[in-house]
Each structure stands twice: as structure tokens, then as C-alpha cells.
């Protein structure tokens, strides 16, 4: 009966552990998710656009005055949101104010003979509290 006692207790004990570490890393995780998904709403919103400016005029960046009026996927080349995630008009989305997210937007040519020109879009989301920061990257084709 003793030796069951002990074998239970050791067995809490682990549990205890497993339990106090799944907190911590839960709150760490909630973060991270929040992090990807703010990732994938930045990178979808860049890759929908149109490649170039459709008034014509392509600077290989933004031309545009503010996020509201982004119309091609260089535009978003000038994202660097160090005050929380924002949403497609440019307004600050609640409770996301720890977020900075930072998009880079660069030409490559993609394909067996390097024959699509392309815009690579990356997006990287850090906060305070997350170990790592997350990266998306995605492409834009020029079709
Ligand atoms: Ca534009
Ligand atoms: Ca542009």
C-alpha cells in the first residue's frame, strides 16, 4: 500500500510539472498564434493586390500617401507597423497594440529558366513576449 502511495504521488508530482509548464507556454502560445494569423492577413492582403500600380507610374514601392489607398503589391513595401497590427485602412485593431509587423516586398524571377518575374512578399511579426519572431513569406506572379 506504501509503495502504491509513493508511485501516485511521484506520478502527481510529474503532473504538476507538466501542468505549471503547459500555463506558461500557453500564454506564449496564444501570442504566437495571434502572431501567425495577424501574418496571414498581412501577406494575403499584399498578394491580392494588383502587381504593379494600375495608374501606371510603378516606383517598385509605395506611391500611394496612406495604407487605405494601396493598390498594388509593392505598395505594402512600406509597411512597418511599430505600433500594432492595423487593419486594410490603415485603423488600429484592438488589443493587437503589442504586435510590430514589418513587410518587405522584393522582385525575383521564379521557375524552371527563371522565367516568371515575381514579387516576394515577407512579412515578420514580433512581440515583447515571444521568443521568435514570426516570418510568412509569400509570391505575387506578374500574370
Ligand atoms: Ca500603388
Ligand atoms: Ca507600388
Avoid: K
Avoid at 513595401?77 to 487593419?87: F, L, V
Avoid at 518587405?104 to 511579426?125: D, E, F, I, P, R
Amino acid at each position: 500500500m506504501i509503495v502504491i502511495t509513493v508511485v501516485v504521488s511521484i506520478v502527481a508530482v510529474g503532473l504538476m510539472g507538466v501542468y505549471i509548464r503547459s500555463q506558461t507556454s500557453s500564454a506564449e502560445s496564444v501570442i504566437q498564434i495571434q502572431a501567425i494569423a495577424i501574418a496571414q492577413g498581412y501577406l494575403e492582403e499584399a498578394v491580392l493586390q494588383a502587381y504593379a500600380d494600375p495608374d501606371g507610374g510603378e516606383t517598385g514601392s509605395c506611391e500611394e500617401a496612406a495604407r487605405q489607398n494601396y493598390d498594388d503589391v509593392q505598395d505594402y513595401n512600406c509597411i512597418n507597423d511599430t505600433a500594432g497590427a492595423r487593419d486594410q485602412f490603415g485603423g488600429a485593431l484592438p488589443g493587437l497594440n503589442e504586435y510590430n509587423i514589418n513587410v518587405s516586398v522584393t522582385g525575383v524571377v521564379l521557375g524552371s529558366g527563371n522565367n516568371v518575374a515575381a514579387q516576394q512578399v515577407t512579412v515578420t511579426v514580433t512581440h515583447d513576449q515571444l521568443p521568435q519572431s514570426i516570418l510568412l513569406m509569400g509570391y505575387r506572379a506578374n500574370y
